[in-house]
Nanobody, 122 residues
Framework: QVQLVESGGGLVQPGGSLRLSCAAS????????LDWYRQAPGKQRELVAT???????NYADSVKGRFTISRDNAENTVSLQMNNLKPEDTAVYYC????????????????WGQGTQVTVSS
């Protein structure tokens, strides 16, 4: 199995910065995409940023120019640098991985982290 462990959430004032990190471990052959999602109270979970195995990145329009996703393939980690945070960025942030397992290489499997709270408030 695979575990995703997130860290780095917290309380920050508007305009501030936070860096989220996620480490994947377990029976991993390879990881296709690594993503960050978020879910605000009363809202659906939304995709924030994606980093593909080919090196491409994509961002939600609401975070473009403020958030940067990065990935370390050797360590199976993904990070999200969040700058100029706004109150509307307040949410639980989840790491997601699309994984090829060592024992079952014919398909990929979805794994999620436990979530980390980000609160932007003065």
């Amino acid at each position: 199995q695979v575990q995703l462990v997130e860290s780095g959430g917290g309380l920050v004032q508007p305009g501030g910065s936070l860096r989220l990190s996620c480490a994947a471990s377990g029976s991993i052959a390879s990881i296709n995409t690594l993503d960050w999602y978020r879910q605000a109270p009363g809202k659906q979970r939304e995709l924030v940023a994606t980093f593909t195995s080919g090196g491409s990145t994509n961002y939600a329009d609401s975070v473009k120019g403020r958030f940067t996703i990065s990935r370390d393939n050797a360590e199976n980690t993904v990070s999200l640098q969040m700058n100029n945070l706004k109150p509307e960025d307040t949410a639980v942030y989840y790491c997601h991985a699309d994984v090829v397992l060592l024992m079952f290489r014919k398909r990929t499997y979805d794994y999620w982290g436990q979530g980390t709270q980000v609160t932007v408030s003065s």
